[in-house]
Each structure stands twice: as C-alpha cells, then as structure tokens.
C-alpha cells in the first residue's frame, strides 16, 4: 500500500523556521523524483522543490531560493523526505503536500503520481 506521510506543519512567527518531513513507502521511491508542493485557497497548487533520486542538484521555486532547502533519506523501505524552510514569511502560509513522480521532466501537479495529505503552515505574528 503507497503511503505518502506528511508531518511537521504548524504556526511560526515571520522570520522562523520549520522542518517538514514525508515519509513514502510502498513503492521504490529510492527511484522517484520527490517534490514538496504549496496551496493556497483558491489557487493552483503550485511546485516549492523538488529532488531526483540521483541526488544531483535540487530545483526550487524562485520565491524560496536560499530560505528552503529540500533533501531525501533513501532507507531501505521508506523513504523521508525533508524541506527545512527558514526565514518564513506570510506568503510562505499554505498547506504543503509530499508528492513522488517517476522521471523530472515538467513541473506541474499533474505529473506527480502519488501525494500526501498535505500539512498546514502558517506564518502569521
């Protein structure tokens, strides 16, 4: 049974920080690209990193370059994945969602396979 976990979400005061974790089993996820995605209500769900199962240099959305920083922990049978997001603005609330693909190429939702339910992070004072 694929099982997308996600964990770690909550209230933070801007400037603070949080680390999101997503734990992916039943599958080969040491094999797939893993992405952390954002919505808003009312709006797209849209791409905040992603990583290949390669490991070779992550991709972020503009908006967060230098603030988060996305990694993966390829265990035997589950794989974690991370997103530590520092320096949290307002802009940055949203509920995020862990979700896993097989090959990279395109960076909307809809080449993403499997997803979690989703966390909420809020950034207010």
């Known amino acids: 049974q694929v099982q997308l976990v996600e964990s770690g979400g909550g209230l933070v005061q801007p400037g603070g920080s949080l680390k999101l974790t997503c734990a992916a089993s039943?599958?080969?996820?040491?094999?797939?690209?893993m992405a952390w995605f954002r919505q808003v209500a009312g709006k797209e769900r849209e791409l905040v990193a992603f990583?290949?199962?390669?490991?070779?240099?992550?991709?972020?959305r503009d908006s967060v370059k230098g603030r988060f920083t996305i990694s993966r922990d390829n265990a035997e049978n589950t794989v974690y994945l991370y997103l530590q997001m520092n320096s949290l603005k307002p802009e940055d609330t949203a509920v995020y969602y862990c979700?896993?693909?097989?090959?990279?190429?395109?960076?909307?939702?809809?080449?993403?396979?499997?997803w979690g339910q989703g966390t909420q992070v809020t950034v207010s004072e």
């Open positions: 979700a896993a693909r097989l090959g990279s190429g395109g960076n909307a939702a809809h080449f993403y396979s499997y």
């Open positions: 039943g599958s080969t996820f040491s094999r797939h690209t």
């Open positions: 990583t290949r199962w390669r490991g070779d240099i992550p991709y972020y």
